[in-house]
């Protein structure tokens, strides 16, 4: 059988739902629950997911809670029993000691690379960036990751992204600072770099449709989304439309409704104190999620969100995939 190319299928442009962490009321790992949303992300027709990454909760790498190993563990196991071949990427934190054992990991459980988040050196250089990115490049395909301040991320200059192209096991890169200036520091450092084997895929949840119709220099061809870990079923046929119709009125309408439910989903009016918690909120509500429980028990919908959350799916139910889910839940939590 032929070694799959992840570099192929990331060109294709996918659908990648970041993948929630499934709780019970004692805030311990739901196993059951946890392997359905993996059967959702497949039977939606995601083309791969991501664990272990912001949406998942970086507090599974705290030593109170131990769950990294077991979440990345169970997701391997369920990908063996994958029909069709999603592609499997992996998050790696901190400083350069855990993020090698995190990427050591990640390969020797089979996924196919590891998104890299530099949050942990915010007092680096670049040069110390980049052989951070190196040494974890050198164990597993890399997945850049330019995560927005509020959450934890920091701004990486236009000069980081072009040394970073540099580094040839590179695959993709996630642009995800919510920023328009700092995405397009991006796309030019990739296209001054003369790569052309670097995928570049949106996790700008406030501006997905845009990212994906915009006629950028370098094109963005899919989207590694904690939104999209919600009505993922929907995603996709977005994510069709995104590359086979030209930007419309109509479109552009639909990316200002796709903007408005993650402004709800995400709590961007409280500086996105309850993005987790909104997510869990939608697979409550479709019955994948048995609550809205996050490891940090202060972790929970602000004042408001739930209102917003009402007010979106009433408003854009052509977004939603509640009847698919409805269809097909009870054999997804067997």
């Not at 659908?15 to 059951?32: F, T």
């Not at 995800?176 to 996790?203: C, E, M, W």
């Not at 917003?308 to 997804?332: K, M, Q, T």
Request: glycine share 8%; charged share 20%.
């Amino acid at each position: 059988m032929a070694a799959f190319d992840v570099r192929a299928a990331l060109h294709r442009g996918l659908v990648i739902p970041a993948c929630p962490l499934a709780l019970n009321a004692s805030r311990k790992l739901d196993e059951r629950r946890q392997r359905a949303l993996l059967r959702y992300y497949h039977a939606a027709g995601a083309g791969g997911v991501a664990v272990g990454v912001h949406t998942t909760q970086f507090a599974i790498r705290d030593p109170k809670h131990a769950l990294f190993e077991p979440v990345l563990t169970l997701a391997a196991e369920e990908f063996k029993n994958d029909p069709r071949r999603l592609v499997r990427i992996g998050g790696v934190c901190g400083l350069t000691p855990q993020a090698v054992r995190e990427a050591t990991l990640l390969r020797e459980l089979g996924y196919d690379a590891a998104l890299v988040s530099l949050g942990a050196l915010k007092s680096a250089t670049e040069a110390e960036m980049i052989a951070h990115c190196r040494e974890i490049a050198h164990l597993i395909p890399i997945v850049g990751f330019y995560l927005q301040p509020a959450v934890g991320g920091k701004v990486l200059p236009r000069s980081f992204w072009r040394q970073f192209a540099e580094i040839e096991n590179v695959v993709a890169i996630k642009i995800a600072p919510f920023n328009r200036y700092q995405t397009l520091d991006v796309i030019h450092a990739i296209k001054d770099s003369g790569r052309t084997d670097i995928a570049l895929y949106t996790g700008n949840d406030d501006t997905i449709v845009l990212d994906l119709i915009s006629p950028y220099p370098v094109r963005i061809v899919g989207g590694l989304l904690g939104h999209w870990s919600v009505w993922t079923q929907k995603a996709v046929e977005l994510l069709v439309k995104c590359h086979s119709e030209p930007a419309s009125p109509q479109m552009l309408r639909l990316a200002n409704e796709v903007t408005d439910s993650n402004a709800a989903f995400f709590d961007a009016a409280n500086g996105f104190a309850g993005c987790i918690a909104g997510l869990h909120e939608i697979l409550r509500r479709q019955g994948l999620l048995e609550g809205l429980w996050c490891l940090d028990e202060h972790e929970t919908l602000s004042h408001g969100q739930l209102a917003e959350i009402d007010r979106v799916c009433a408003a854009y139910p052509h977004l939603s995939d509640d009847d698919f889910v409805a269809e097909h839940r009870d054999a997804w939590l067997r």
